[in-house]
């Protein structure tokens, strides 16, 4: 069973900086995808950044420049840095898995606020 536990969020002021750590437990078949996505309520989850199997990134728009996405393909781990933190990033922040299937962590909250 493929489990998936972020870690790092929490409450930050504008202009400071979180790091989000994401680890998979279980054994995914062949090759996937990490991303990570935010969501505020009532809101849809849209994609913050996402990671190929080889490196490439993609970020959204509002996080470019701002946030990098890496992982560790021999831990099973993916970080997503946050930097320049600003109160429109407050959202609950999911990693997901993108592969023959699609897991999701439980969502971690990030506050953005003075």
């Known amino acids: 069973q493929v489990q998936i536990v972020e870690s790092g969020g929490g409450l930050v002021q504008p202009g400071g900086s979180l790091t989000l750590s994401c680890a998979v437990s279980?054994?995914?078949?062949?090759?996937?995808?990490w991303a990570w996505y935010s969501q505020v309520s009532g809101k849809q989850r849209d994609v913050v950044a996402h990671?190929?199997?080889?490196?490439?990134?993609v970020y959204g728009d509002s996080v470019k420049g701002r946030f990098t996405i890496s992982r560790d393909n021999a831990a099973n781990t993916v970080s997503l840095q946050m930097n320049s933190l600003v109160p429109e990033d407050t959202a609950v922040y999911y990693c997901?898995?993108?592969?023959?299937?699609?897991?999701w962590g439980q969502g971690i909250r990030v506050t953005v606020s003075s």
């Open positions: 990671i190929t199997m080889n490196g490439d990134t």
């Open positions: 279980g054994k995914i078949t062949g090759d996937y995808n």
């Open positions: 997901a898995i993108l592969g023959p299937g699609i897991y």
